[in-house]
Structures are given as structure tokens and as C-alpha cells.
């Protein structure tokens, strides 16, 4: 598996974690690092999440990355079908994961890249798959070597 040659989901954990550089989530401070070499699709839900959970610090350092790689981090202010939303909650999926993966579907994106257990473990079957940035990380040591 390798992430650099197609659009990805960073979810709203990977950006906080990243952001906030948090020692215990230290492989997402790393994936921001590899922005430059990814494709990375940031949709609404995302946006609205990282609005309501950043301070105002981290705000403008997410949105100084978005502008510091306009070729490469694309922001998608569309809104999804709530029928595809409810097909998610219907799997399983709580709200938020419900939005994020009807997001994924509707963009036609494989990857999303998560540290949510619960987002980790609550699907099977979806279009796309789920990996740590951990995981992430990995498809870029492998080429590297």
C-alpha cells in the first residue's frame, strides 16, 4: 500500500495530535511533516471539527499549512447527502464518523487516516480504507529505503 500517489483523508485527530505535537501521537506531528509528498482532501466535517477544537494559535498554524500547499491540501466546503450520512449511521457509525465517511464516499477517496479505535474497528465493507498514521508513515520508510 502507498499514499503518495493518491487523495487522502487526514481525520480531525491526525490534524489535532499533529498540530498540538502530543509525544503519545507523535506519528502524526511526522505525517504533517510529509504534506509536502501527500495529496490530502480536507472536507467539511473536518474543517468544522478541527473550527471547533483548535485554539486560535492552532487555527492559523492548520490553515498556514492548507496555504503553504495549495497544489497538495485541497479544503472541500461541500456538503454531503444526508442520505449518505444515515447510510453510515446505519452501519454503525456515529454521527461524526457517519459525516466523515459519507465525505469519503462522495469525494471517491480510499484512504483515510485515523487514530480513532472506535472508527478502526466499527466498519467493514466500506469503499475505503482506514490506516494509523503510523501505518501511513510506514508506506513512505519502505520507498525510502
Given at each position: 500500500?502507498?499514499?503518495?500517489?493518491?487523495?487522502?483523508v487526514?481525520?480531525?485527530?491526525?490534524?489535532?495530535?499533529?498540530l498540538?505535537?502530543?509525544?503519545?501521537?507523535?506519528?502524526?506531528?511526522?505525517?504533517?511533516?510529509?504534506?509536502?509528498?501527500?495529496?490530502?482532501?480536507?472536507?467539511?466535517?473536518?474543517?468544522?471539527?478541527?473550527?471547533?477544537?483548535l485554539?486560535?494559535?492552532?487555527?492559523?498554524?492548520f490553515?498556514?499549512?492548507?496555504?503553504?500547499?495549495?497544489?497538495?491540501?485541497?479544503?472541500?466546503?461541500d456538503?454531503?447527502?444526508?442520505?449518505?450520512?444515515?447510510?453510515?449511521?446505519?452501519?454503525?457509525?456515529?454521527?461524526?464518523?457517519?459525516?466523515?465517511?459519507a465525505h469519503?464516499?462522495?469525494?471517491?477517496?480510499?484512504?483515510?487516516?485515523?487514530?480513532?479505535?472506535?472508527?478502526?474497528?466499527?466498519?467493514?465493507?466500506?469503499?475505503?480504507?482506514v490506516?494509523?498514521?503510523?501505518?501511513?508513515?510506514?508506506?513512505?520508510?519502505?520507498?525510502?529505503?
Amino acid at each position: 500500500m502507498t499514499i503518495e500517489y493518491e487523495w487522502i483523508v487526514l481525520d480531525t485527530n491526525v490534524w489535532i495530535f499533529g498540530l498540538r505535537n502530543q509525544p503519545e501521537k507523535i506519528s502524526c506531528t511526522h505525517l504533517l511533516s510529509m504534506l509536502p509528498r501527500l495529496w490530502v482532501k480536507v472536507p467539511r466535517q473536518v474543517i468544522l471539527e478541527l473550527l471547533a477544537n483548535l485554539t486560535e494559535r492552532e487555527r492559523r498554524d492548520f490553515f498556514y499549512l492548507v496555504n503553504q500547499y495549495p497544489d497538495r491540501i485541497d479544503v472541500s466546503w461541500d456538503k454531503v447527502e444526508l442520505w449518505l450520512i444515515r447510510k453510515y449511521q446505519a452501519l454503525g457509525c456515529k454521527l461524526g464518523d457517519a459525516a466523515i465517511s459519507a465525505h469519503l464516499e462522495a469525494l471517491d477517496i480510499n484512504v483515510l487516516v485515523s487514530e480513532n479505535r472506535d472508527f478502526l474497528q466499527e466498519l467493514t465493507g466500506q469503499p475505503f480504507r482506514v490506516v494509523s498514521a503510523e501505518e501511513a508513515l510506514k508506506t513512505f520508510q519502505k520507498r525510502d529505503e
